[in-house]
């Protein structure tokens, strides 16, 4: 019989990672309110423009932007307040992310141009038991536009990308090779990270914006805790995203990344062609996603507890 035992507090999966306090996450965040760093040139895109975003069940997000580093943000027409952000372009699509100063919390944004659409990931830091772990929320809304009524469509969940195999490699230098094998989770090897020689799973989100770009997300529960979130061109392999979380030595990492790729494969597929999105039920916890756990049903053992009962 299974003995119960506590969640292990030292460890995160298979590597060991720091169980940092909200007070630490707090401190290393200060870095963050000047917006993410970048290897590429940061697009001006957004320079000098005034948007509002509606989400569907979620906040209405006012910007200004002041230039391609600097941002006012009000949610829900509350008081505006000041932040860095960063921005990249893929074609018609515009991804930005920032931080809200004082805060734990963040919102990265992927803003399609051509119809006005947009998806919302809100994230945070210190909503699980490892505080370093990212939560998110993705909320599908559209850019208000004086004298138009909200468009019907919306970014939706997909099944489009389900069973595909890439390599991708960041401005960065980070490669990774990356297998969707489903609608909620994904594996990947960071080959420049601990060797390569570790895959491991995420719980992932899909969201299709038109038949060539989609959005893929990705948090390393039980691992790292990192996000990594992107749009991606399937036909031109090519990416930008955001990074934000905290690497092995604890060093905040919160960045925007420019990519480019080569496809793998593609397993096949029996399920009848559509855009069949398997999303999770509706849940009313914020921010709830199917997770596998190992380590808070398993444990490490030891040789002489192996010996034991053996």
């Given amino acids: 019989m299974q003995q119960d035992r506590a969640y292990p507090q030292e460890q995160m999966h298979r590597i060991a990672y720091t169980q940092l306090t909200a007070e630490q996450i707090d401190e290393k965040l200060t870095a963050a309110e000047d917006g993410p760093s970048s ?17 569907d069940n979620g906040p209405a997000l006012g910007y200004r932007f002041d230039d391609e580093r600097r941002l006012e943000l009000s949610e829900n027409d509350g008081p505006a307040v000041g932040a860095g952000y960063g921005a990249l372009t893929l074609d018609h699509v515009t991804l930005f992310s920032h931080m809200v100063p004082g805060t734990q919390r963040g919102y990265n944004v992927v803003l399609d141009e051509d119809t006005g659409l947009a998806t919302v990931f809100e994230v945070w830091f210190s909503g699980f038991l490892d505080n370093r772990e ?10 208000e536009r004086n004298g138009s009524p909200p468009p019907e469509s919306r970014h939706a969940r997909t099944n489009r990308v389900e069973g595909k195999g890439f390599y ?15 609608t909620f989770y994904s594996n990947f090897v960071e080959l420049t990270r601990f060797g390569g020689e570790l895959g491991f799973c995420g719980p992932s989100d899909y969201v ?20 990594t979130l992107y749009a991606m061109d399937v036909n031109r392999v090519e990416q930008v995203g955001v990074r934000l979380g905290f690497d092995a030595a604890d060093a905040l990492e919160y960045y925007v990344f420019r990519g480019s790729g080569e496809w ?15 999303a999770a039920p ?4 914020k921010g709830a996603r199917r997770v596998y756990r190992p380590m808070r049903n398993d444990w490490t053992m030891t040789e002489a507890e192996v010996r034991a009962v053996t």
């Fill in 282 to 285: 509706p849940s009313e916890e």
């Fill in 168 to 182: 991708w490699r960041q401005d960065t230098g980070v490669e990774t090779l990356e297998f969707y094998p489903s």
């Fill in 134 to 143: 990212v939560q998110r929320e993705v909320y599908f809304g559209y850019v």
């Fill in 39 to 55: 290897a590429s040139a940061l697009s001006d895109a957004l320079a000098g423009r005034t948007l509002r975003i509606v989400t």
């Fill in 208 to 227: 299709k914006i038109n038949d060539e770009v989609y959005i893929y997300s990705r948090t390393e529960c039980e691992f790292s805790g990192t996000m």
């Fill in 264 to 278: 793998l494969g593609q397993i096949a597929q029996f399920e009848a062609f559509g855009d069949v999105a398997g």
